[in-house]
């Protein structure tokens, strides 16, 4: 009978013992499947170096984490969860604490992204460019550029980087981010330059790519670039000069004030094409697609001149006569 107790009461602290472990496992399960402490998206940084555990210690210091020690056991569990890759990660309110932590395995950093214009200089993107805190090694970027460019047959970046929205994780390299701008051009440059027609005056996709960086200048309209490269291959084809303000602008650099004068125009720089005949010697600004398209597949047209009608459009004329009276009509009357 005595030893009948002994049996029951064993079986009984067993019992007890099974369902305090079964309430234990519950309330750590219950932990890492509770939702984070956030009310917004917020970014957090796994750094390099980091374990598993220190991250966790680090999101319950935050108090993104009420209780990390269920994760912990589920590390012993599933030591594969240790596995965590450094980078900048978005966590959501509606994020559990082991999803979080898959999250971190994962590596699917955020995604961040800058919009580099069509239009706009070197010079202009370079600014943006270090202006963004998310890209790393920009104090480094001016040297980095001069040595990328020197590995390549140009000498300046000048119309070569394909405007778009670039999307990089956290700290990605800023010349990173300009050759993959370089090798997106190079790609669609020399796509387009086998559909181009056949009886353009240009020698070289180089020389495309600088006609292409004069329509985007030229013209804020995107129906008229094939028409605007149909007035200028036309005009290469007779010698004429192609008489353009914004390669005048352009030559000019920081002498420019907004207003071009008289003497400007009769002023010899390599890019006044009042004064020199053909091309230019590099691209102007960073072309668009449509400028690059434009520039390769020009309307056929007897058209030689066009003035800006002031509100982003021009008119377009065969003859200097015609011209002459858009320009009274459009510009001089003004």
């Known amino acids: 009978m005595k030893f009948y107790n002994i049996i029951k009461y064993l079986f009984i602290l067993m019992l007890l013992l099974g369902i305090g472990g079964l309430s234990v496992a519950y309330y750590f399960e219950q932990q890492i499947h509770k939702a984070v402490n956030l009310e ?6 796994v750094k390099s170096g980091q374990s598993s555990k220190q991250v966790l210690n680090k999101l319950k210091t935050m108090d993104i984490l009420t209780d990390n020690i269920g994760l912990q056991v589920r590390l012993k569990l599933q030591p594969e969860l240790a596995n965590i890759k450094a980078g900048t990660y978005q966590l959501l309110p509606s ?14 950093e955020t995604q961040f992204s800058i919009s580099l214009v069509e239009g706009l200089r070197w010079q202009d993107w370079l600014v943006s460019i270090k202006q963004n805190s998310r890209l790393a090694d920009k104090e480094y970027i001016d040297n980095q550029v001069q040595g990328f460019i020197q590995s390549i047959e140009y000498n300046s970046l000048e119309g070569l980087l394909l405007p778009d929205t670039y999307s990089f994780t956290a700290q990605t390299a800023a010349i990173d981010l300009v050759k993959r701008a370089y090798q997106q051009m190079q790609v669609y440059l020399q796509q387009a330059w086998f559909t181009r027609d056949l009886d353009l005056p240009y020698e070289t996709p180089y020389d495309a790519l600088i006609m292409a960086s004069i329509i985007e200048k030229e013209t804020g309209v995107a129906a008229e670039r094939p028409r605007i490269a149909g007035v200028f291959v036309n005009r290469l ?11 005048v602008i352009y030559g000019m650099g920081h002498d420019f004030d907004g207003d071009i004068r008289r003497k400007d125009l009769k002023t010899a720089t390599p890019y006044n094409t009042y004064v ?14 449509l400028a690059i398209d434009a520039a390769l597949n020009p309307l056929s047209t007897d058209e030689l001149y066009f003035v800006s009608k002031g509100d982003g459009s021009h008119q377009f004329s065969v003859t200097l006569q015609e011209h002459n009276l858009a320009v009274r009509k459009y510009q001089l009357n003004k």
Request: charged residues 20%; glycine residues 4%.
């Open 95 to 108: 994020m559990t604490a082991l999803e979080a932590l898959q999250l971190f395995v994962s590596g699917k």
């Open 237 to 247: 084809k007779l010698n004429m000069r192609l008489q353009t303000d914004p390669t």
């Open 40 to 45: 917004t998206a917020t970014l957090f940084e």
């Open 276 to 289: 020199i005949k053909g091309l230019p010697p590099t691209p102007i600004a960073m072309p668009s697609k």
